[in-house]
């Protein structure tokens, strides 16, 4: 199992532009989540994900959508990207099925700057 | 009132001392926690993972929850140089919380 990968790696915006980061877990995991993290202020939830064509907001959704229509990607999608949304966004899977262990699986992350 | 809160640090500790890593949570209906490493440029990993009040031992690292007073501790005996990464508290419902996290450095 690939487990949960993340692209890109890096990536660099202006202010104004679009994109998508792109989360897929081959675990057939049913929760899926998306966090951002900022340096010294731990992971922050954007988005979270229950089942394919569920989805949630978390603590800090603004500026973003997400959309799940398989149970294998989860994409967040930055409309009109800002300087605060520079930051390090981690995707995140874990089963929540009974006799699973819940435990919550990383991605490698995407820095992303927005200048 | 945040959910779950933690010292960030750093805390640097002499190589072979041992390691109390603390965090407090707001709600007594908590149940679930658990405790991640994360290396540097890393995504976090699971260390621990509790429910409800006592220790947990896995090898170096015991995880404790203490109820009546909402705090959560993770101890590591015998620190090593590669024990040193951030380490986050969590508290599990629907979603995960995160703690902001401590950063630790072991000294060799």
């Known amino acids: 199992n690939a487990g949960v990968t993340q692209t890109p790696k890096f990536r660099i915006l202006k202010i104004g532009q679009s994109m998508t980061l792109q989360c897929t877990q081959d675990?057939?995991?049913?929760?899926m989540y998306w966090y951002r993290q900022d340096p010294g202020m731990g992971l922050k939830l954007i988005y979270y994900?229950?089942?394919?064509?569920?989805?949630d907001k978390g603590e800090v959704p603004n500026g973003y959508n997400v959309s799940r229509s398989t149970t294998e990607d989860f994409p967040l999608r930055l409309e009109l990207a800002a300087p605060s949304q520079t930051s390090v966004y981690f995707c995140?899977?874990?089963?929540?099925?009974?006799?699973?262990?819940?435990?919550?699986?990383f991605g490698p992350g995407t820095r992303l700057t927005v200048t | 009132q945040k959910e779950v809160e933690q010292d960030p640090g750093p805390l640097s500790v002499p190589e072979g001392a041992i390691v109390s890593l603390n965090c407090t949570y707001s709600n007594s209906a908590f149940q679930y926690f658990m405790w991640y490493r994360q290396y540097s440029r890393k995504g976090p990993e699971l260390l621990m993972y509790?429910?409800?009040?006592g220790n947990k031992e896995d090898g170096r690292f015991t995880a404790q929850v203490d109820k009546s007073s909402k705090y959560i501790s993770l101890f590591i005996r015998d620190s090593q140089p590669s024990d040193s990464a951030t380490y986050l508290c969590a508290h599990r419902d629907d979603k995960i919380i995160f703690g902001k996290g401590t950063r630790l450095h072991i000294l060799p």
């Open positions: 995140a899977s874990t089963s929540r099925l009974a006799g699973s262990s819940y435990e919550q699986y």
């Open positions: 675990m057939n995991h049913n929760y």
């Open positions: 994900s229950v089942g394919a064509g569920i989805t």
């Open positions: 509790t429910y409800s009040s």
